[in-house]
């Protein structure tokens, strides 16, 4: 079974500072990760995805995520944030068997950036 | 391109009563289907999944089914509802079968049973 937790349940910052959400994984089978963001009562949008190849993800709005499989970790980061940036983030973990490639999550970060 | 609606945007709906949520995926054909709940920070809850019409799987036992009538169509009920089933809850689809599951959201429901 797989499963996901992320460290932080709140992360506060202030404008362009660094953020890093922290993310680490379990499963038993090669993985594909995920960050997705939430906007307050809005579905949730894709940042980025670790399907192979490179360890380091670039994905959109400045954010970046490294993969170590060693630690077990997906860590989302992002040098300089913006008020904007404020919203939920959610990893998951995708364990790619069988034919249905469920999706687990973690209970989610909330990012807030303060001027 | 590729939408999911999901309706209504929010919900509010007296102890016993029935629910009727539906999602809708345009531009694919044959996706996964999804429902998630989400309650405040428990994260992301999946209810159901369905990989074709008619086919179903429930992750947790509780006061909710879901049914798939159309190959993009996939519905959450409750013949009665319980305060307990208040929460957000989102439909989502990803590609089927062979793909890594890069799932895409509906805008979600918010319910409130009273």
């Known amino acids: ?115 | 391109s590729q939408t999911i609606h999901q309706w209504p945007a929010t919900l509010v709906q007296p102890v016993g009563s029935p629910l009727s949520l539906e999602c809708t995926v345009e531009g694919t054909s044959n996706p996964n289907l999804y429902w998630y709940r989400q309650a405040a920070g428990r994260g992301l809850q999946l209810l159901f999944y369905s990989v074709g019409i008619g086919q179903i799987s429930s992750e947790v036992p509780q006061n909710l089914s879901a049914s798939r009538p159309q190959d993009r169509q996939f519905i959450l009920s409750s013949k009665k509802l319980l305060l307990s089933d208040s929460g957000f809850y989102l439909c989502a689809w990803s590609t089927h079968p062979g793909g890594p599951a890069e799932a895409f959201f509906g805008q979600g429901t918010r319910l409130t049973v009273v």
């Open chain 1, 1 to 115: 079974a797989q499963s996901v937790t992320q460290l932080d349940s709140q992360v506060p910052v202030f404008e362009e500072a660094p953020v890093e959400l922290r993310c680490n994984y379990s499963s038993s089978v090669s993985v594909y990760l995920f960050w997705y963001v939430q906007y307050p009562n809005q579905g949730l949008q894709l940042l980025l995805k670790y399907l192979s190849g490179s360890t380091l993800v670039k994905g959109i709005n400045g954010f970046e995520a490294e993969f170590n499989k060693s630690q077990t970790s997906f860590h989302l980061r992002k040098p300089s944030v913006h008020i904007s940036d404020t919203a939920e983030y959610f990893c998951a973990v995708s364990d790619g068997g069988g034919s249905n490639y469920k999706l687990t999550f973690g209970k989610g970060t909330l990012l807030t950036v303060n001027p």
